[in-house]
Each structure stands twice: as structure tokens, then as C-alpha cells.
């Protein structure tokens, strides 16, 4: 459990120095490089980054799941570094996951977000125009022996030979306009969505910080626009339009209810693509 770095240009002047006595990686697949820094996993702690001074902890929100036992890293322990982004496969609760650590959002080194998506045998890979991609195999299938790419432009997943439409969903924050002890009378929302083509979009509404107990289901479609338009002959009373190949759809639901606090939570299952531009 230490970490040296070696300086130097010639074997004459090569030095070593101690980073660190108290943390250490267990194989060299638990070390992944990007531009600016150094990531590792310790054992039995978690990830680690250092840029060239010092050391940084970035499990401190996720140590509770590994003291307790329930997330582990996979073994032999694995990461990779691709397209800005830290990929690090474990185990939650007994099922294969995936975490992403973003640099760029938040602070304190950046969010982690889980995905779903399980991982085996993680590697980078510089194709042929200089992009950096992610490999990897999938677990616990021995009779699966392709390798996989991940692609941020497609919306399906292709595992098996079986083309399936990612599950994709977004939950907003809590709402509760600075007074979370006291009860609201909620209006109806305004909700501006894009999406490729015509779909319907789930809004799930939550009550009161309890995410176990739904509130109301609630759809918010996405409808055929005019084909063609010109300048200056636009209907600016219509609910959307379309132009680039997004279509813009701008919808109010029904009222939320009564209660502290809401959120929401929107969700799809399609090919297509879609975002949740506003909520007013």
C-alpha cells in the first residue's frame, strides 16, 4: 500500500520519490490515464486521482456501499479512461454495474453517475481519426465473445444480436420554492421537449421526498409538424414546429396535486431521440 513516481531522462538521473504510504493499487488494470491526471483504484476504498502533487479521494459519497458491502470492484479490478470521462465496472447489490465519473459537472473532481450497462475487461482506444473510444466484453457470459463499443449518437443497445431501445430517463430536483414545510397547490407545468419524431414521453410525479410512492402518471406527446415552412408565414399559436430534423414540442399537463414538495421524472423507451428542454 504505496505509490512511488520515477523521474528522469537518462538512467544516470532517474528518481524515485514516495506519493504516497497509506494508498496503493492491487493490479495495473486498476490505473486509467487522462490528459490532466492520474486515476486508480485502492483496495477496498475506492477511486483515487492524482495530478502530479497530489493525491485526491473521490469515493467519499459511495465509501458507505463498499464499508457495508454492497458495491465491490470487479476481479481483478478494472478502469478506463474515454472521451472525458472515467469508467469503473463493480458490483451493486449482487448485479453487474457500471460507474462514470465526468470531471466537468459539479464539484469536488466531479459527479459519478450508474448505469445499468455491465462491463468486463474495460480497455481505451485510439481509432484510426484520433478519437478515443471505450471496449469492453460483457460479463458472467462465456458464450458471448464479441467485443463492444459505446456510442453516444445511437440510441438502441445491440447485445446478443437483439436490437433494444435504451430505457432512458431524467428526474428533475425537488421543487419547493424555499418553504419546504409548507403545502402547495401546484399549477400545471409547461414542458418544452425535442424530440427525432413523434413519440410519448412518461411524466411521473413524486410527492413529499418519497420516492416509493407515485403521485400521478401523467403523458406528454410529441405530434407530426408542418413539413415545410417559410419565412415569415410562421403560426406562432401552434403548440410546435420542426426544423434541422428536431422537433420541438411545447405542452402544459394537468395539475401536479397538492403537497411539500414534487419532482419529476420523465421517461422513454424509443429509438428515437428526445431531451427535456424546459420545465416552468
Not at 459539479?106 to 478519437?131: C, E, F
Not at 428533475?172 to 409547461?190: I, L, M
Not at 414521453?201 to 417559410?230: I, P, Q
Request: hydrophobic share 35%.
Amino acid at each position: 500500500r504505496s505509490m512511488y513516481a520515477m523521474f528522469g531522462q537518462e538512467p544516470d538521473d532517474f528518481q524515485v520519490r514516495p506519493i504516497s504510504r497509506v494508498v496503493g493499487v492491487p493490479n495495473p488494470q486498476c490505473v486509467a490515464a487522462s490528459p490532466s491526471r492520474l486515476f486508480f483504484w485502492s483496495e477496498s476504498e475506492g477511486v483515487y486521482s492524482y495530478d502530479g502533487s497530489s493525491v485526491r479521494y473521490l469515493f467519499d459519497k459511495l465509501r458507505p456501499a463498499l464499508l457495508t458491502g454492497r458495491m465491490e470492484e470487479l476481479s481483478p479490478g478494472q478502469m478506463a479512461w474515454a472521451d472525458g470521462r472515467l469508467y469503473v465496472p463493480v458490483t451493486l447489490d449482487g448485479l453487474h454495474r457500471t460507474l462514470v465519473l465526468d470531471p466537468t459537472l459539479g464539484r469536488q473532481g466531479g459527479s459519478w453517475v450508474l448505469y445499468d450497462l455491465p462491463m468486463k475487461g474495460i480497455t481505451s482506444h485510439a481509432a484510426v481519426d484520433g478519437d478515443v473510444g471505450l471496449i469492453f466484453t460483457r460479463p458472467n457470459d462465456v458464450t458471448d465473445t464479441r467485443l463492444y463499443t459505446l456510442s453516444e449518437t445511437k440510441y438502441d443497445d445491440t447485445i446478443n444480436g437483439v436490437l433494444t431501445p435504451i430505457a432512458a430517463h431524467y428526474h428533475t430536483r425537488w421543487f419547493d420554492v424555499g418553504v419546504p414545510a409548507a403545502q402547495k397547490r401546484w399549477r400545471r407545468p409547461r414542458v418544452v421537449i425535442t424530440s427525432t419524431a413523434p413519440q410519448s414521453v412518461t411524466m411521473d410525479v413524486f410527492h413529499d421526498y418519497d420516492f416509493a410512492n407515485l403521485a400521478k402518471r401523467l403523458t406528454v406527446d410529441t405530434e407530426a409538424t408542418l413539413t415545410t415552412a417559410l419565412c415569415g408565414s410562421f403560426n406562432w399559436g401552434a403548440a410546435n414546429w420542426q426544423g434541422s430534423g428536431l422537433m420541438y414540442d411545447f405542452d402544459r399537463t394537468p395539475r401536479l396535486g397538492r403537497s411539500n414538495a414534487v419532482q419529476l421524472r420523465f421517461s422513454a423507451t424509443s429509438s428515437r431521440r428526445w431531451s427535456i428542454d424546459s420545465v416552468t
